[in-house]
């Protein structure tokens, strides 16, 4: 086939970028076009996201992509977040960050009005104060006028296609990350969301992976898995169907990926969450808080004037004892920004651990606690799904941290594959060549990934801590 490329618009809780994915029937090669840093921006102790910033940026990405005659153009984001429109189709607000302290407490009062194990029932996801549930429930307590103005919740990726396109829906992997919709029958919870008193008519159709919105600038405009984790797990180079994947960043997304959602007591008591993925698959997983914590370390050491690279981190943490102090990483001091060095020694402290004193042994201690939360997480969905794990996959920037890849092989027992890094711009693109009919599947493009040098396996060494298993479900 003759070169086709697709644009990549990829947006991160960090950065955004742009980038072009070339296609010749035989291998993908990526090529950044522009990237971009996302700020968050605190107003009146509100953290928003600045999204006009975003938009333009997209732009000048877009702007750049077109030297390329691109064939279409995708849109992926993270999750939870979201934007409102009033009656005339214009954004009401900024869309403020899911790190932003207005939800604290809007699960206890959502669980006032309906049983949490209802909620899960007709959801299927993840307690968690970030999900848009329970940040449209902080609008209904505060008697927000913008619920009266609101027309339409659009999704961050989603309001991106709406400026795009003109066209106002939800993609279905990303609405999915809302505990709003309903994973069986693919519809938001209306009945709900009505006895919360969220207004129902905001809530656009939803529309399925490989979608054609419309077009901007004459380019087609698809939406691609619309979820950044849906895209990277799309791009797992797996040849096998038992596996786990990590899409390894700011957050861990540890799961499976399987053909029906897990709703019952068992990954209730779990706080399991599915996720739509590509091909009508769901995603069982669990979202555990991740190299943030590391993020904001090397930030608050930055600030003291110790200017560490993140290779630089994981060699000071090879240096420090493994295994001498853990922290639970899903705890929520963790989840906003902050003095996280600090909250490792307070959280030790508290739980009567040593506590690190050494930047290294801050570090080793973040990256041993990640490794043994995987553990436990692949434990309980082996257990619950009943699906082996023979390998595991870890895609995303987090594959560069090869201690952390070690570690993890160490503490399940299992080998680990990391790569590829750009997980994310591979699986927008490849939901995009499948809808133009360039891919047959994510299948074949698996496969073809599998067969490029983006990848890398570390071996299960278990004398390292003496807590390896090897996930079966036998």
Not at 39 to 64: A, C
Not at 89 to 115: C, E, W
Not at 338 to 361: A, K, L, S, Y
Not at 426 to 437: E, S, T, Y
């Amino acid at each position: 086939m003759a070169l086709k490329t697709v644009l990549a618009v990829d947006l991160g809780a960090e950065s955004g970028r742009v980038m072009a994915v070339h296609f010749d029937g035989h291998s993908l090669q990526l090529e950044e076009l522009h990237r971009f840093e996302n700020p968050m921006v605190r107003v009146h102790n509100t953290l928003h996201w600045d999204i006009l910033y975003l938009w333009h940026n997209i732009q000048q990405g877009i702007e750049v992509g077109k030297k390329h005659a691109p064939v279409s153009i995708g849109v992926d984001g993270w999750g939870v977040d979201f934007g409102l429109l009033d009656a005339h189709g214009k954004l009401i607000s900024n869309p403020v960050a899911y790190r932003d302290g207005r939800t604290q407490g809007m699960m206890q009062v959502a669980f006032q009005h309906i049983p949490k194990r209802a909620i899960f029932e007709q959801t299927g996801i993840q307690f968690i104060q970030i999900n848009s549930l329970y940040q449209l429930m902080s609008l209904v307590e505060s008697d927000s006028p913008q619920l009266d103005l609101a027309h339409r919740f659009l999704t961050i990726p989603d309001l991106i296609n709406y400026w795009l396109t003109g066209e106002a829906v939800c993609e279905f992997t990303n609405a999915t990350t809302t505990q709003m919709l309903n994973p069986r029958i693919r519809q938001w919870t209306l009945d709900m969301l009505y006895k919360l008193g969220i207004p129902t008519r905001i809530f656009p159709d939803v529309v399925n992976p490989g979608t054609r919105l419309g077009e901007y600038d004459g380019i087609p405009v698809i939406a691609p898995a619309a979820h950044d984790t849906a895209c990277a797990v799309a791009a797992v180079p797996t040849v096998t169907a038992d596996f786990a994947y990590i899409s390894s960043g700011t957050w861990s997304l540890v799961g499976l990926e399987l053909r029906e959602p897990v709703i019952n007591d068992a990954s209730f008591e779990a706080n399991l969450t599915n996720e739509g993925g590509v091909e009508n698959t769901f995603r069982l997983l669990k979202n555990v808080m991740g190299l943030w914590i590391l993020q904001q370390c090397r930030a608050a050491w930055a600030a003291q004037g110790y200017e560490y690279s993140y290779s630089e981190l994981v060699t000071l943490a090879e240096s420090a004892s493994p295994l001498a102090y853990i922290i639970d990483v899903d705890d929520s001091r963790f989840l906003t920004p902050g003095d996280h060095p600090g909250h490792v020694r307070d959280w030790c402290n508290e739980n009567h651990q040593p506590v690190p004193e050494t930047h290294g042994e801050i570090v080793r201690c973040v990256l041993d606690s990640l490794a043994l939360k995987y553990r436990n997480v692949l434990r309980d969905l082996a257990e619950i799904s009943g699906q082996r794990v023979d390998v595991i996959h870890i895609v995303g920037g987090g594959t560069q941290n090869t201690l952390l890849n070690q570690l993890t092989a160490d503490a399940t027992g299992t080998p680990v594959i990391t790569g590829p890094v750009e997980a994310t711009v591979l699986g927008n693109a490849i939901v995009q060549f499948i809808a133009l009919g360039d891919l047959s599947s994510v299948a074949e493009a698996r496969q073809l990934i599998a067969d490029m040098p983006f990848t890398h396996t570390y071996q299960p060494d278990t004398k390292q801590n003496g807590s390896g298993e090897i996930l079966t479900d036998e």
